[in-house]
């Protein structure tokens, strides 16, 4: 008898996180496990194989009444319940976690830190309960997992449990581009959502402080909340900038001189190993946590701290005067990426749920 698998995954975008997801879900063996995603919105199929089920909820927190219903009707011996992200997995564990022969593992892709921003005073509690749930209750799953060692880590210190490390499955090959500049002005890539957590102000505080703010070209590449604050800061301070919302992002990878991350907290960022797989020098902010694990603490790049555009100016200016030095690092980096290989992180993946059906 098959094993049933029970995704929640309450809103989709084209972020990291859901690219992970869907790579993961595209890996399960179906001939071994009855797939059904739980969602909030309207998402394409994956596979004709795969159910998916829009629930009839306002907000994540109550759709687990509808979920739960779902999977107490179901008369499988064995079922497995799947999440990713605090925000999901807290509420899953409260709800779930004492159903019978359900099993649960549950994906971490940011660190903790992310539970110490908020936007306003209802997030800000939110976060607060959250943040005080995951040290009760996150120990409760059968299987916790992150995407990278420091997150492991630090996620294991907090809920007294070990944290399996399950890395983006982000890396395929190794994908050699020109390196000349060919122009008077470098283009600098930024890929990320137009969110506070991406800090998308340090990187154009950075450029519009920089002593060659003239020659340097930026791309922007997201979508979210926060464009019309990004296009207002760029149109005030007349900086040569275009944002494109596109999915297909070879060719931006390809075009670009140097590869810029300014986020605020990561997991591991998909976008950081997919620039160094296409032979691009990287400069990251010191985030926790993945980009140490990417870069090897500053050995295959450079890094600067959170929230500094003083620094990363400085850093810009360097790359424009002498990119040899970041092209030496960018080849140290190449050779670290084979550990987030695509084939090795769905193993991974699947050694669990194999682990958890068994």
Known sequence: MKTSLYVFSPYSGIGGGDTTLIRFLKSINLKKYNVTIFTLEKVKKISKKIKIIKLAASSTLMSFIQIKKIILGDNSLKKIF??????????????????????????????????????????????????????????????????????????????????????????????????????????ILNIARFERQKDHLTLLKAINHSKVKNNIRLNLVGYGTREKLIKDYINKNNIDCKIYKSKKLSSFYRSSDLFILTSL??????????????????????????????????????????????????????????????????????????????????????????????
């Open 82 to 187: 799947f999440s990713m992200q605090y925000f999901v997995n807290v509420p899953a564990i409260f709800f779930l976690s004492k159903i019978k022969n359900l099993k649960m593992i549950i994906y971490e892709i940011n660190h903790p830190d992310q539970l110490k921003y908020s936007e306003n005073t209802i997030q800000f509690f939110k976060n607060k309960i959250l943040s005080f749930l995951v040290k009760k209750i996150y120990h409760k799953a059968d299987i916790v997992s992150s995407n990278s060692k420091e997150l492991s880590k630090d996620l294991s210190a907090l809920i007294n449990k070990k944290v399996e490390i399950i890395y983006n499955p982000c890396f395929f090959k190794i994908k050699k581009r020109n390196k000349d500049i060919k122009n008077s002005k470098i283009t």
């Open 265 to 358: 907290y990561e997991g591991l960022p998909t976008v950081m190993v997919e620039a160094a797989s296409h032979c691009m020098p990287i400069i990251t902010s010191q985030f926790k946590s993945g980009s140490s694990e990417i870069l090897n603490n500053g050995k295959f790049g450079f890094v600067f701290p959170v929230k500094d555009f003083r620094a990363l100016s400085k850093i810009i200016e360097n790359f424009y005067k002498n990119p040899k030095i970041f092209f030496k690092k960018e080849k140290l980096c190449r050779k670290n990426l084979e550990k987030f290989s695509n084939k090795k992180s769905l193993i991974k993946f699947n050694y669990f749920l194999d682990k958890l059906s068994n």
